[in-house]
């Protein structure tokens, strides 16, 4: 495991936009991507050659004391090209990838999201792919509408990973039972359940926890209508979010209910790795995360520790709303040839959603290993570390797959609370939209996020006011230029 600190971190991502990326042409190579595209209109009509083997940069699904040698394995055993796996943590993610571009040691498949992905296309640093889709039978396969999330000017730069999934509140539907109560239905009733949590159910030490305060999709029942990020306004244009006045009301509310106990009291150093242990642990009453497998991930582990206990998602109250995020995408770096780009699409791109044997090596891992056959079902066994839980995925969300399984014998059966889960999102989520790129936002994001996080933490902690927390934003924000950024972004 690399570990960065703060200045080889900044040191690493400044290469990669300054230096890596200008080594790829800097904002000449939009126009000379563009071109190379165009060229691989000619390359993907010839038969394309297997390529000895493929480099991927991977942080999230398997890892390695769940399998990731005996997959890469039968990824060449089915395929025969190596699969070379870089696992990496997911905390560190973002600043490998950037030292791998600055070094000029990039992976032939790494994924980006969200401004991240904007950025790097802008920056030329990724191979357009617009070709080799239209050429596909993924264009077709996969819905317009996950093509357009994707799209950055009629342009495709990598392959969607998965469907748009989103964060939805888990409470502890043992306690509600206990205490015979109904769900949350709006802001009131969710914090009295909170506070009779606290007051009533003595193993809930925590009643909610958080990884932080900065990503509100995981307090979304605090920050209902505000987001501490760039959003668009009623008419369409980019507006400071964290500047707005709705973000004071959301201040309040995390604040009061922090004071009063009612939020994990570390919930400002809080990974999501640490709620989850405590999730586990059966002491906290609510926690947001993904809709879906986590659900049956939060289930499965909390039961068996506490065989009692019973999970349940719950509805966007009424004063707000889900999100559902920008899908990850699988992208190619620009320094590979057409060749080598052609060969990527083919074998991996293509390959991890063709349907039948790649399609299931991505999404569920090896037979015996990692599920059985029974019939005409596909069946999750336990994973290797630990025989209690189930191997629910491997690197793709079965459940979230962008194209349909072809064969017919490889069912999945979910459960109540994993349905369930995706219903109370579809019902009132709102899509996030891909950041604009600008030239100024690239080079005060890092800042501008940390001066948000730090209003944000000193506020809900109460060191802060909520009047001196948005005067300090407002203040320090332009000085840092935000008004340049929303007027590059509304450009």
């Not at 969200?114 to 950025?119: K, L, M, S, T, W």
């Not at 630990?386 to 793709?396: I, M, S, T, Y």
């Amino acid at each position: 495991m690399i570990r960065l600190n703060k200045g080889v971190a900044s040191f690493a991502v400044a290469m990669a936009f300054a230096v890596g990326f200008s080594s790829c042409g800097g904002e000449k190579k939009s126009s000379a991507a563009a071109s190379s595209s165009s060229n691989a209109a000619v390359n993907v009509e010839k038969a394309v050659e297997k390529p000895a083997q493929i480099t991927w940069m991977v942080h999230d699904g398997l890892k390695k004391e769940n399998g990731t040698d005996q997959w890469a394995a039968e990824f060449t055993k089915l395929t025969g090209i190596k699969m070379n796996l870089n696992i990496v943590s997911n905390n560190e993610y973002s600043q490998l990838l950037d030292l791998a571009f600055a070094s000029g040691e990039t992976p032939d498949v790494f994924d980006l999201a969200g401004d991240r992905f904007a950025a790097f296309v802008k920056q030329g640093a990724v191979a357009d792919l617009t070709d080799y889709i239209k050429n596909s039978e993924l264009s077709t396969t996969i819905d317009k509408s996950i093509w357009d999330s994707i799209a950055i000017n009629g342009h495709y730069y990598g392959i969607p990973k998965e469907m748009p999934n989103g964060v939805v509140t888990y409470v502890r539907q043992d306690f509600l039972d206990r205490l015979g109560m109904k769900q949350p239905e709006t802001y009131d009733e969710f914090i009295t359940m909170l506070r009779r949590f606290r007051d009533e159910i003595p193993e809930c030490t925590v009643p909610l926890t958080a990884p932080g305060v900065f990503e509100d999709q995981y307090l979304r029942e605090f920050y209902q209508d505000a987001k501490p990020d760039f959003v668009k306004g009623k008419d369409g244009k980019w507006v400071d979010g964290m500047a707005q006045d709705n973000m004071a009301q959301a201040l309040q509310r995390l604040q009061d209910a922090y004071k009063e106990g009612l939020i994990d009291m570390e919930v400002v150093t809080n990974k999501t790795s640490t709620c989850r242990d405590e999730w586990y642990s059966g002491k906290v009453g609510v926690f947001a995360y993904w809709a879906g497998t986590w659900c049956d991930t939060l289930s499965n582990r909390i039961k068996a520790n506490i065989p009692t206990a019973s999970v349940s998602s719950l509805k966007a109250i009424k004063e707000s709303y889900y999100y559902r995020v920008m899908p990850s995408v699988w992208c190619i770096p620009s320094s590979r040839n057409p060749e080598k780009v052609a060969q990527i699409f083919k074998y991996f791109m293509e390959y991890k959603n063709d349907g039948g044997e790649g399609q299931v090596l991505f999404q569920s891992g090896v037979q015996d290993l990692h599920w059985k056959q029974e019939g005409d079902h596909l069946v999750p066994l336990p994973t290797i570390p630990n025989p209690k839980e189930v191997q629910l995925k491997a690197f793709v969300d079965p459940a979230l797959s962008v194209t349909p399984l072809k064969v017919t014998d490889k069912k999945l059966d979910h459960s109540a609370e994993f349905l369930k889960s995706y219903d109370d999102l579809n019902a009132n989520y709102v899509q996030i939209p891909i950041l604009p790129v600008s030239r100024k936002y690239t080079k005060v994001s890092s800042d501008l996020k940390l001066l948000r996080q730090e209003v944000l933490s000193k506020v809900v902690m109460g060191v802060m006011s909520v009047e001196d927390g948005m005067k300090k934003y407002r203040t320090d924000s332009e000085a840092l230029g935000v008004a340049d950024i929303l007027k590059e972004f509304n450009e």
